[in-house]
């Protein structure tokens, strides 16, 4: 197994620390300095999206001017997510979607040939492969069953679709349990699997461990990034555009709060969709009530969210429910699934289909858009020799000028 190169990690607390694989440590990367253009270019590489979902990482990936051609999900209400945010963004000649099929299926049964006759490209001719597998098995909120889990598993059909499609680059997500599940074993494995997916076919691998509140996203969230690509290159850094100190570094403004995620947000009910809450009983109202910001609360073991800081990471639930936003910072009661997708920084006008559970599973299971614009603009400049689109533009487009009141014209 070969060296597998890391990128920048910023933990929750904000600290500078090298990741180590099998005792293999790379520092991290310096910031890059460099000012972006506010020009769109007319490059545009294909997307395959693999584990859809409720599309955070598709909205990300096309701001930063990739263009999806399929997207795929097994869950119906994610499907209907993504048309109907097809068709919202056609009406408001938005980029999003415009040239995707997108298909319910379950991958299990969903071969190759389908997916590149539907995308209407032929083996090796798409430029990205992006997705994560269900991560439940492999996070603390799913007990880390890892393999053991049959969601655990699905990583193969994720292999086996790369080793097929041949794209000149994919993404691979997950949570940052998968690194130590089995003591690193799976996390191993998976890279080798990757590394060398099918006979002839070798990708180099660049491997990040990165925090969304250190790229404009609301929330402390960590997660890892396997990212490929065919022809021997390496992604050198992502680097952050926030900084953990609150004073903020000098090319850096600090980490965005919940109260930027909510800033001009209507009240509870008006205007938008997917902006209700639960109703609580007189005792649950209470105990919101009394809590502190930052406190969790010991029955329903969410938080209450302080305005000054991040959000803690959206919770999903496990598979028969139970998916919750935190507790209002100012309210007694738990955030609405819009309120979670501003956290998540998905746009206003981004409906999740469904009642209930389905939004929140859909806004906590996915990528945030910003978040996966910064990876994004990363790799259509550094294999793709494409314009790294500047911050202003990719939150122009996601409808996230709300997060940044500074100026941000260097970012």
């Not at 990583?155 to 041949?166: G, M, N, S, T």
């Not at 209470?286 to 406190?295: F, I």
């Not at 699934?337 to 501003?342: D, K, L, M, N, V």
């Not at 981004?350 to 858009?369: E, K, M």
Request: overall charge positive.
């Amino acid at each position: 197994m070969s060296n597998f190169e890391t990128g920048a990690e910023r933990t929750a607390q904000g600290a500078n620390a090298d990741i180590s694989f099998t005792g293999i440590s790379k520092p991290l990367a310096k910031k890059n300095k460099a000012k972006s253009k506010v020009t769109i270019s007319n490059i545009q590489p294909k997307l395959i999206s693999l584990f859809s979902g409720g599309g955070g990482l598709d909205l990300g990936l096309e701001a930063a001017g990739f263009e999806t051609i399929f997207a795929t999900d097994i869950d119906a209400h994610s499907c209907i997510t993504l048309q109907r945010g097809k068709e919202a963004a056609a009406a408001k000649h938005l980029p999003f979607l415009r040239s995707a099929v997108v298909r319910q299926a379950d991958i299990l049964q969903l071969s190759p040939a389908e997916i590149m006759r539907e995308a209407g490209v032929k083996q090796g001719e798409v430029e990205l492969l992006a997705g994560g597998p269900p991560c439940q098995a492999f996070s603390i909120f799913g007990r880390r069953k890892g393999v053991n889990d049959p969601r655990g598993l699905l990583y193969h059909e994720y292999l086996r679709l790369l080793a097929e499609i041949q794209p000149q680059a994919f993404i691979f997500e997950n949570v940052f349990g998968l690194l130590t599940i089995h003591n690193g074993e799976t996390f191993r494995e998976l890279c080798e699997r990757l590394e060398s997916p099918g006979e002839g076919i070798r990708y180099e691998l660049s491997v990040f461990r990165l925090n969304a509140a250190d790229y404009g996203v609301p929330q402390s969230r960590d997660r890892v990034f396997i990212i490929g690509n065919r022809e021997g290159k390496k992604l050198n850094a992502i680097p952050p555009i926030c900084s953990a100190d609150a004073g903020g570094e000098a090319c850096c403004p600090p980490r965005r709060t919940v109260t930027d995620a909510f800033r001009g947000l209507p009240p509870l009910g008006e205007k938008l969709q997917n902006h209700t809450s639960r109703d609580h009983s007189e005792r649950i109202i209470e105990r919101y009530t009394n809590l502190k910001h930052g406190e969790r609360d010991s029955k329903t073991r969410i938080n209450k969210l302080d305005p000054k800081r991040p959000s803690y990471t959206i919770i999903v639930g496990s598979d028969k429910g139970g998916g919750k936003g935190h507790v209002h910072p100012f309210e007694p009661r738990e955030v609405s699934p819009r309120e979670s997708a501003r956290i998540q920084t998905f746009p206003d006008w981004w409906a999740f289909s469904g009642t209930s559970r389905h939004p929140i599973r859909q806004v906590g299971n996915a990528v945030p858009p910003v978040m996966a614009a910064m990876i994004g603009r990363e790799i259509m400049k550094q294999f793709f020799g494409g314009e790294k689109r500047s911050l202003k533009t990719i939150l122009s487009l996601l409808g996230q000028e709300h997060l940044f009141k500074e100026n941000i014209d260097a970012l």
